[in-house]
């Protein structure tokens, strides 16, 4: 027979345990469900020795999210190299594949945690908020954001968050991979209809809209709504501002 031996963690080593160990527990279960016993049980170590590296669980969690938030913060990361339909899809990949990893911590995550959150969990998401809308804007090319841009994106960004999140509480019955390809839709009509009525956003979409391809996911929205417009009414001419 062999004895196994425990090996002693260094401090930052066993906070790193901890906080990996609340993240996988997170990512299953809510926040509020999770107890510093269970923490402790699936660290291998006793209840005060996890007091001894966090003085509570909200500290805890609010490491673990730090981490997930980077984690996701992550996930709009992406080469400007091609279209940008393209890229924003394989963006929405990325996004779901962390919104399928984490489940539940998800829209823990999204509420800032355990008893409705904190100022640092609320600081946190935002910042992964910020790093989204500020990767879009750079992929858009744009060096100052007019406030159509700034509206068009921080919505989009908002929309990803709460379609995914309806995706998870609803069982998933919608297919993940139309989902994202409609959450990229989402964002060409967004920005279509804001260009409609401001002439920047239109010079922004129509220089993004000239390197697209037909078979992209633009050109792929463009063919449905395309498909649409023999049944569509017939709308009155407007007159413009």
Same mark, same amino acid.
């Given at each position: 027979?062999?004895?196994?031996?425990?090996?002693?963690?260094?401090?930052?080593?066993?906070?790193?345990?901890? %906080?990996?160990?609340?993240?996988?527990?997170?990512?299953?279960? /809510?926040?509020?469900?999770?107890? %510093?016993?269970?923490?402790?049980?699936?660290?291998?170590?006793?209840?005060?020795?996890?007091?001894?590296?966090?003085?509570?669980?909200?500290? &805890?969690?609010?490491?673990?999210?730090?981490?997930?938030? @980077?984690?996701?913060?992550?996930?709009?990361?992406?080469?400007?190299?091609?279209? &940008? $339909?393209?890229?924003?899809?394989?963006?929405?990949?990325?996004?779901? @594949?962390?919104?399928?990893?984490?489940?539940?911590?998800?829209?823990?995550?999204?509420?800032?945690?355990?008893?409705?959150?904190?100022?640092?969990?609320?600081?946190?998401? @935002? $910042?992964?908020?910020?790093?989204?809308?500020?990767?879009?804007?750079?992929?858009?090319?744009?060096?100052?954001?007019?406030?159509?841009?700034?509206?068009?994106?921080?919505?989009?960004? /908002?929309?990803?968050?709460?379609?995914?999140?309806?995706?998870?509480?609803?069982?998933?019955?919608?297919?993940?991979?139309?989902?994202?390809?409609?959450?990229?839709?989402?964002?060409?009509? &967004?920005? /279509?209809?804001?260009?409609?009525?401001?002439?920047?956003?239109?010079? %922004?979409?129509?220089?993004?809209?000239?390197?697209?391809?037909? @078979?992209?996911?633009?050109?792929?929205?463009?063919?449905?709504?395309? *498909?649409? *417009?023999?049944?569509?009414?017939?709308?009155?001419?407007?007159?413009?501002?």
């Amino acid at each position: 027979m062999t004895t196994g031996v425990r090996r002693r963690m260094g401090v930052g080593e066993r906070r790193q345990q901890l %906080i990996g160990v609340a993240l996988e527990l997170f990512s299953h279960r /809510s926040p509020d469900d999770v107890s %510093i016993d269970e923490i402790a049980t699936a660290a291998g170590i006793s209840r005060p020795l996890v007091y001894h590296y966090f003085p509570g669980k909200q500290s &805890l969690y609010e490491a673990a999210l730090g981490r997930a938030a @980077d984690d996701l913060a992550g996930r709009f990361l992406e080469a400007h190299e091609g279209p &940008l $339909g393209a890229r924003l899809l394989r963006v929405m990949g990325r996004y779901f @594949d962390f919104v399928e990893q984490h489940g539940p911590g998800f829209a823990a995550l999204l509420r800032g945690g355990p008893a409705g959150g904190s100022s640092t969990a609320n600081a946190l998401i @935002d $910042g992964v908020r910020r790093t989204a809308y500020e990767q879009i804007v750079a992929h858009l090319g744009v060096v100052s954001p007019p406030a159509r841009l700034e509206l068009v994106v921080r919505s989009w960004v /908002s929309l990803a968050e709460s379609t995914a999140q309806l995706w998870l509480e609803g069982r998933r019955r919608i297919p993940r991979g139309e989902l994202e390809l409609q959450l990229v839709h989402d964002f060409a009509a &967004l920005a /279509s209809v804001s260009a409609a009525y401001d002439q920047e956003m239109a010079a %922004i979409m129509l220089r993004v809209f000239a390197r697209e391809p037909a @078979d992209g996911p633009f050109g792929e929205l463009l063919a449905r709504l395309t *498909a649409l *417009a023999p049944a569509a009414p017939a709308v009155p001419a407007q007159r413009l501002p």
